[in-house]
C-alpha cells in the first residue's frame, strides 16, 4: 500500500519561503507522477504543482515564478520549494500520487489515487 506522508509545514511572513517535503513509502516513487494540491475551507482542491516521470511538471498559474516542484527518486521524496509567499497561499497542502499526466492531474482532482494527510501552511501579512 502506497503512503504519502507531507512535512515541512508551517508559519511564514508574506514573501518569505517554505519548503514541503512527501516521502513516498510502500511503492517506488520513481513510478508515480507526484502532486502538490491544496485545500482552504469551503473552497475545492486546487492543483498546485505536478510533476511527472522524468521531470515536466505542469503549475497553477498563480504560483508560477514562486513555487518549484522537484523530486528525488533515490529517496523517494517530493519536494516543494515555496518562495516569495502571500497570504492567499495559505491552506492545507496536500501530496498526491497518480498516474495520469501532469496538466490532467494537476486540473482533475478527482484522478489523483493517493492522499497524504496534509500540512498547513499559513502565511501572514
Known amino acids: 500500500q502506497l503512503q504519502l506522508v507531507e512535512s515541512g509545514g508551517g508559519s511564514a511572513e508574506t514573501g518569505g519561503s517554505l519548503r514541503l517535503s512527501c516521502t513516498v513509502s510502500g511503492y517506488t516513487a520513481s513510478e508515480q507522477v507526484m502532486g502538490w494540491f491544496r485545500q482552504v475551507p469551503g473552497k475545492e482542491r486546487e492543483g498546485v504543482a505536478v510533476i511527472e516521470l522524468g521531470g515536466p511538471a505542469s503549475y497553477l498559474a498563480s504560483v508560477v515564478g514562486r513555487f518549484t516542484i522537484s523530486r528525488d527518486d533515490t529517496t523517494n521524496t517530493v519536494y516543494l520549494h515555496m518562495n516569495n509567499l502571500k497570504p492567499e497561499d495559505t491552506a492545507m497542502y496536500y501530496c498526491?500520487?497518480?498516474?495520469?499526466?501532469?496538466?490532467?492531474?494537476?486540473?482533475?482532482?478527482?484522478?489523483?489515487?493517493?492522499w497524504g494527510q496534509g500540512t498547513q501552511v499559513t502565511v501572514s501579512s
Open positions: 498526491a500520487a497518480g498516474a495520469a499526466s501532469g496538466w490532467y492531474m494537476r486540473t482533475h482532482p478527482a484522478v489523483v489515487t493517493h
